[in-house]
């Protein structure tokens, strides 16, 4: 029978034809296109090949199941069945066998292929009858594989059919349409019994998922039918797949990891190996050679397995070759069955590999990823502040989201950097063989492209990491925002903030853009590669005079295919690799700093250091010794460096309490920092004995309980605990939430007041039990009778009896109570001595001390004991949220959508993409389709005239219709690559910017709702995704669905018939990606969510990173965050023996169906929808915070520029709660301030004080009454005119990095004589100038400077603002005693005609004022002119005062 080139190629080569080239290219999509033109006795030889491995298939199951499930009753429809259906069919193979053995009686020659095709159908009916009889009958015949092949197999049926009724024989005919009829019946038979058994079980398997057994020790989750044994089919997925169609799977429903996959052992082998690295080659340690050292021989071993892969994939051209020239012989031997077999055998042998590669090496990038992770994380936990000074936030960020991620990826990047050239080498010498030396011309576009992709990828380099230093900068900003966006709003500056951060993000777009356009220049040569190679490689082979034939057009086409892979990838991967090294050498700079802990122990052996004899001698009775000490917080020559301790000595002793004094930026801090080795110690020598406990200025609270706060990882000691707390003066504020110390503290404790987290701190500090306590400023944040309290029952109390205390203080009444005082002066000590020795002269900060002060230092006379009994018996409210606020309101779970992603992400996309270029998208795709289809149409048609000697035309005209559609498939692959390339672009800028807007614009209560991490994740990783991987696969899809419309297109003309093919087809794959698509989706979103707490994690460490290393918790913090890794790791594992527990099935069914390759298209389509859909999560995630509540911006009552004009502020009952369900944090208040007076509020730590403010700014919605501002009602006000109207001075300071000009003066409203003005009044000028000036770059959170030298730059940009109204909250708290009263002298006179509003706790620093207010449980208790509340001693204010010593 004479084979027509149209059809063939219609059939086959079309198929082939897609940008998502199928791993079965050379196998099963071949042979069904040829079956349709073989003689019969092909198609009897494809019939028993099927039936063999049927009864192979039954056999192996029923005997492998023949234990399995118990005695079942037999219904009615599996009796029809397993029955019926069975004993017909045997009935009609034996009259099959009983008619072909009347023929062989008539003396007519019978094949021998023939009677095996008959006895294997005979014996296929016989075998499921003898199985039927099993108890364990359902396992066998309902196996998932299994009722995949009864669909798959009636296909040679059809094919058989089809010859049968051209030979016209009705006897024929009605024999093999009864045949087929039975097969498609049972079929779907047996495939309706599986759907409801399946269905009857789903009821119980919840029950039997919840009986999982955790195995916490080993950190892995153990199913009833997870085995530990090799599972080559990813069985043990079943369960979890099978609840996920059920109900939304949950973390507890993941599989289990294997022991290898432990994050802790991932760490430690890492770990070691770059320790080894960094020992030996200390000057230039490689990140790569340790990561070769831990896992190189692994990736070796799955090299090999590769090589054998990627061989066995090329055994299909060769079987294909051998099997064309078979059937143009028409030769009658068994060679032809052979080599059919071997194709499918082939396919199947492959898909196994492939899913197996893919599998081990996926474990091993997890592996690789959880090492990187916890190195980072390590690294972070023991680098000191002046080492991890030379990074920037954003950069330690993107170490963590990015670079670790682009290092992981290099283990696909560098085996398929010899992978594929060795493809594409084996390709093109099998050319050779077909097509002589005709295949150097496409050889030549091969070569002449490598140069200017060469030039292409180091643009692309140079971009990457340009784009990467913009993207640290982002992470950066963002976080900033994140961290101090209820400042940024009380300064209306979010939106400033926001358009700093968007040019940013432009920059990085730009570079972006760069890459985009670049990678779609890449994809266009390679992609067009195999077009013009066709081209030119057929047009010189028939200018050499030979003639196209069936044989060799077949083999090259499948060959030119099998270039498209390794010729798309070429460019990614060259980017991949450029991209890791970048990321490596970023990591490996990081990675190279010495740790804290390492750079101590050099100390001790520095030559600056006390002999032996000396150290151990004077160290015996010293908890501190500093011999000619000087650090600073950067590196250099000493001459270059900004010292902060210059030359110290000091001798702590052990056991004494000691004050460390001095103005603002004397070097407090410093020193506390210094001894703990946070600082770089230039010369000298730092000695400290024993353990520390440390509490930093600013407290650094863990989100988390109250007691996980206080216990930081020790064990749970109920008496120590009670006291501890009692100590603190936590007791009562505990006891009145809900949870008591259960209770959850937000992010940076968000939910509790600033002398809360001080105590809470300080708690922490004395339930550790160290030997030296290093506090700094603890008391400052706390009124006068709780700082009485912590120092009489903590700080001097009997749970720190015995133990070196060091406090950084201004507090009057722990100075006298001190054993050494320590006065220092811009890094040096200047006096050491005790409170009788120090004068007057030697520490100016008391000679400031108002008469309030002295009478009260005259009082100091009473015993602890006195004080002890004098606790105070206010609790503490919460200003910032209530501390009635239980765990669950404060902290809201991180939702996650259900069911499959909605229609409108997709259309949301299209419209971030822009609707236009969505069209040009899909139409330049369309038309791409239609030109290459018509290149292999023409191509066909050229064979076809070639082989039948009846060509009309010369051969350059066959030439140049060619080339007319090699060029117009050329430009429209172009225009698509590029409109993506555009598209792409379009929707990652619309993204970020419509999500940065409605970020800031959401009110308060959403960010001390969410942490920071969690939305950081949006911004990092989940638009990482949008900006990269979702345009490529979506690409990907629109390729797959456009081949596939195409194919069906030119079926429809060539041969309806293979038409009908898709539809048992299109149910089978819509059934298994449904099943399949319900678990993946889940999995993708638990892994998005299970990356949150990674983040937050990594984000607290950083912020706490001194406080962890001064209690030495590095190793608990560690342990916390390879917990988090650990659930990553599961998800990700899960997801991935999801994927290809999928790719197994369909890559396995396909290959044992023969069927048409439009079938392996149509699951190309269906795989890279599930994966587009997973993809488009990340668009999901980032709708969802598109979505918050928004602040009302808006007013109908303009202001003017000089509003407010004198300064009235009315409270008329004003009621304001943080949440419906919580109590109002101000009750009923109603007082008035005239305009230009000073108003002092004070009342216990967290009465409400700063609610008053949260209502002035609107940062708080009230809920009743209203407040009038120059008789403006507020809420009509635009609430960005309203707060940037206003000046504030935060309780916590706030610098941002930049220079100290744009800090004071963002909006550049000031000349540089007004700012130095102003800084001289605020006595900070010195300290500028000593700096360098106003162009100074400020550190991040203003690190350059102490906290009481960012609190009086805070005042100086208030007072640049000249508003009317001030509000100062705490804002002397960190700076000493006579600062603090200058301050108040500048307010004062600077201030004359403005309304100031003071937060305070010190009295003295209101009883100047023209008024005050006390505020007791959100309730305004009273009022009235300071001195004349002083004079009545029944007043609050008079018990306020006497109760102070301050």
């Known amino acids: 029978m004479e084979i027509n080139s149209l059809s063939v190629l219609m059939t086959y080569i079309l198929f082939l034809d897609s940008e998502f080239d199928s791993k079965l290219l050379f196998s099963f999509r071949t042979v069904i296109a040829f079956v349709y033109h073989f003689p019969l006795t092909m198609l009897t030889v494809f019939g028993f090949g099927a039936n063999v491995i049927t009864v192979i298939m039954i056999s192996i199951l029923g005997i492998t199941q023949r234990n399995a499930g118990g005695n079942r009753r037999v219904n009615l429809i599996e009796k029809v069945v397993l029955y019926f259906l069975p004993l017909l069919g045997v009935c009609l193979s034996s009259v099959d066998i009983i008619l072909l053995l009347k023929e062989s009686l008539h003396r007519e020659f019978i094949s021998h292929h023939e009677w095996l095709s008959r006895c294997s159908r005979f014996a296929v009916w016989m075998i499921i009858i003898l199985f039927s009889t099993c108890a364990s009958f359902h396992y066998i015949f309902c196996n998932h594989i299994l009722c995949f092949w009864w669909i798959v197999k009636p296909v040679t049926g059809i094919l058989h059919l089809q010859v049968a009724f051209l030979s016209l024989e009705v006897l024929e005919c009605l024999k093999e349409s009864c045949i087929l009829l039975l097969d498609i019946t049972f079929a779907i038979s047996i495939n309706i019994m599986r759907i409801k058994r399946a269905s009857s079980k789903r009821s119980s398997i919840e029950e039997s998922l919840l009986s999982v057994d955790i195995d916490v020790e080993e950190g892995s989750k153990v199913f009833g039918n997870n085995q530990s044994y090799w599972d080559p089919t990813f069985e043990s997925i079943n369960s979890m797949m099978n609840h996920g169609v059920i109900k939304q799977l949950e973390f507890e429903d993941l599989l289990g990891l294997p022991v290898d996959m432990d994050p802790s052992a991932c760490h430690y082998k890492l770990l070691s190996c770059w320790e080894t690295q960094d020992s030996s080659n200390s000057s230039n340690p490689s990140l790569l050679r340790a990561i070769c050292c831990a896992y190189g021989y692994p990736y070796l071993c799955l090299g090999l397995l590769k090589v054998l892969n990627d061989c066995i994939g090329f055994a299909g051209p060769l079987l294909l070759n051998r099997l064309i020239k078979f059937l143009q012989q028409g030769s009658g031997n068994l060679d032809g069955y052979v080599l059919a077999i071997a194709l499918g055998l082939t396919s199947i042998f492959k898909s196994f590999l492939d899913t197996q590669y893919t599998f081990y090496l996926s474990k091993l990038k997890f592996k690789l990823r959880s090492s990187m992770m916890t190195v980072i994380y390590q690294k972070c936990l023991y680098l000191s502040l002046a080492k991890r000074a030379k990074f920037s936030g954003g950069e330690i960020q993107t170490f963590m989201s990015v670079d670790a991620d682009r290092i992981v990826n290099l283990c696909h990047s560098l085996h398929d950097m010899w992978s594929l050239p060795l493809q594409i080498g084996i390709a093109l010498y099998l050319l050779y063989t077909q097509v002589k030396f005709a295949f150097v011309s496409g050889l030549a576009i091969t070569i002449l492209l490598i140069p200017v992709n060469k030039w292409i990828s180091t643009l692309i380099a140079n971009a990457t990491e340009k784009m990467m230093k913009q993207k640290d900068e982002r992470i950066r900003r963002t976080g900033e925002i994140l961290t101090h966006i209820r400042t940024l709003k009380m300064y209306g500056w979010e939106h400033l903030f926001s358009c700093w951060l968007m040019e940013t993000r432009s920059s990085e777009v730009q570079h972006l853009s760069t890459r985009k356009y670049l990678d779609a220049w890449c994809v266009f040569f390679w992609a067009t590669t195999p077009t013009l190679f066709s081209l030119f490689t057929f047009g010189l082979f028939v200018l050499m005079g030979y003639d196209l034939d069936a044989a060799t057009v077949f083999t090259c086409l499948a060959l030119f295919n099998s270039l498209i892979s390794p010729l798309n990838s070429f460019p990614w991967v060259i980017n991949g690799l450029i991209d890791a090294f970048i990321s490596a050498r970023r990591l490996s700079r990081f990675l190279c700093c010495a740790d804290s802990k390492s750079e101590r122990e050099l100390e001790v052996n520095s030559p600056s250091c006390l002999s032996t004899d000396q150290y151990d001698s004077t160290f015996e009775d010293m908890a501190v010794i500093m011999h000619d000490a000087s650090c600073s917080w950067s590196s250099g020559d000493e001459k270059d460096l900004n010292l902060v301790l210059n030359h110290v000595n000091l001798h702590l002793p052990k056991g004494s309490f000691i004050a460390v004094i001095g103005e603002v930026g004397s070097g407090k801090s410093s020193l506390l920092n210094s001894i703990l080795g946070e600082t770089l110690l230039v010369c000298g020598s730092i000695h400290s004995s024993g353990s520390i406990a440390y509490v930093p200025q600013v407290p650094w609270i863990l989100s988390g309980t109250i007691r996980n706060n206080v216990l930081f ?50 708690a922490r500090a004395i339930y550790h039990g160290a ?81 309030f002060d002295t009478l009260h230092l005259q009082r100091q006379e009473c015993s602890t004991s006195a004080c002890t009994q004098d606790k105070p018996n206010h609790p503490e409210e919460k200003d910032v949220v209530s501390m009635l606020d239980g765990a669950q309101d404060i902290l809201e779970v991180e939702q996650r959508k259900e069911g499959r992603v909605e229609l409108t992400v997709y259309k949301n996309y299209a419209a971030f993409s822009g609707w236009v270029i969505t069209f040009v998208i899909c139409l330049s795709a369309i038309l791409m389709q239609a030109s290459r289809n018509g290149n292999d149409l023409w191509l066909s048609y050229w064979v076809d005239t070639t082989g039948s000697n009846e060509t009309q035309y010369s051969t350059s005209f066959y030439l140049v219709i060619l080339c007319t559609f090699c060029i117009a498939n050329s430009f429209l692959t172009l225009l698509r690559a590029f409109s993506f390339a555009y598209g792409g672009l379009q929707a990652a800028v619309q993204v970020h910017n419509t999500l940065i807007n409605k970020i800031i614009n959401a009110p308060v209560l959403f960010f001390d709702q969410t942490p920071g991490g969690r939305i950081l994740n949006r911004f990092s990783s989940d638009l990482y ?27 429809s003309y060539v041969q309806v018939f293979f038409l009908l093919l898709l539809l048992p087809f299109w149910y089978i794959y819509s059934k298994l990606q449904f099943f399949y698509r319900s678990t993946s989706r889940e999995l993708r979103r638990l892994d998005s969510v299970s990356r949150s707490p990674i983040y937050t994690s990594f984000t607290e460490t950083l912020d706490g990173s001194s406080t962890i290393r001064a209690f030495k918790s590095e190793e608990y913090f560690l342990a916390k965050f390879n917990e988090h890794v650990a659930l990553y790791q599961r998800t990700s594992y899960s997801e991935l023996t999801a994927s290809l527990w999928l790719s197994l099935r369909l890559q396995v069914g396909l290959a044992l169906s023969y069927a048409a390759p439009i079938v392996s298209l149509l699951g190309s389509f269906l795989t890279s929808f599930t994966e587009t859909e997973k993809e488009m999560v990340s668009i999901e995630r ?11 911006l808006s007013g109908h009552q303009p202001l003017s520029t000089d509003w407010p004009f004198h300064g009235l502020i009315e409270f008329q009952n004003v009621t304001m709660r943080y949440k419906r369900s919580l109590p109002a944090a101000l009750h009923d208040v109603t007082f008035t301030i005239v305009g230009g007076t000073q108003v002092g509020i004070i009342g216990r730590t967290g009465a409400g004080k700063s609610s008053v403010l949260n209502a002035l700014f609107r940062l708080t919605p009230i809920c009743g009454g209203r407040i009038l501002v120059d008789g403006l009602d507020i809420n009509s006000a635009p609430l960005r005119d309203l707060r940037a109207h206003l000046a504030i001075v935060p309780q916590s300071p706030f610098l941002f990095q930049g220079s100290l000009r744009d800090n004071l003066d963002p909006l550049r409203m000031c000349n540089d004589l007004k700012i130095w003005n102003i800084l001289e009044k605020c006595h900070v000028k010195e300290e500028v100038e000593a700096a360098g000036g106003l162009d100074i770059h400020v550190k991040e959170s203003g690190m350059s400077f102490s906290v009481g030298q960012r609190q009086l730059l805070c005042l100086a940009r208030a007072l640049l603002k000249s508003s009317k109204v001030l509000c100062l909250d705490e804002c002397t708290a960190n700076v000493d005693t006579q600062t603090a009263s200058i301050l108040q002298n500048t307010i004062s006179s600077e201030c004359r005609g403005m309304t100031v509003i003071t937060i305070a706790h010190r009295i003295s620093t209101i009883l100047n004022m023209d008024k005050i207010l006390i505020l007791d449980h959100g309730n305004l208790v009273e009022e009235g002119n300071p001195q004349t509340l002083m004079q009545d001693e029944s007043s609050i204010f008079s ?4 109760a102070s010593t301050m």
């Open 713 to 762: 990882g020790k064990n749970y000691d109920p008496g120590r605990y009670s006291d501890v707390v009692r100590a603190c003066a936590l007791d009562v504020d505990i006891s009145l939430m809900i949870g008591n110390d259960m209770s959850y503290i937000g992010e940076k404790g968000l939910n509790l007041s600033g002398g809360q987290r001080a105590r809470l701190a300080l």
């Open 771 to 851: 030997d030296i306590y290093m506090l700094d400023d603890v008391l400052s944040a706390v009124d006068a009778q709780v700082a009485r309290w912590i120092l009489s029952n903590g700080i001097m109390g009997p749970l720190m009896a015995q133990k070196t205390r060091i406090l950084c203080t201004h507090n009057v009444q722990a100075i006298s109570s001190a054993d050494m005082i320590i006065v220092m002066d811009k890094g040096h000590v200047t006096w050491v001595g005790n409170s009788d020795e120090l004068a007057v002269s030697m520490y100016s900060g008391f000679s400031s001390l108002n008469e």
């Open 1025 to 1051: 995704t949008i900006d990269d991987s979702l345009p490529f696969i979506l690409n990907i899809l629109v390729a797959n669905f456009v081949g596939l419309l195409g194919i069906a297109v030119v079926l």
């Open 1182 to 1192: 980032v709708l969802e915070y598109m979505d918050v509540p928004q602040e009302e």
């Open 1439 to 1442: 018990k306020f005062a006497r």
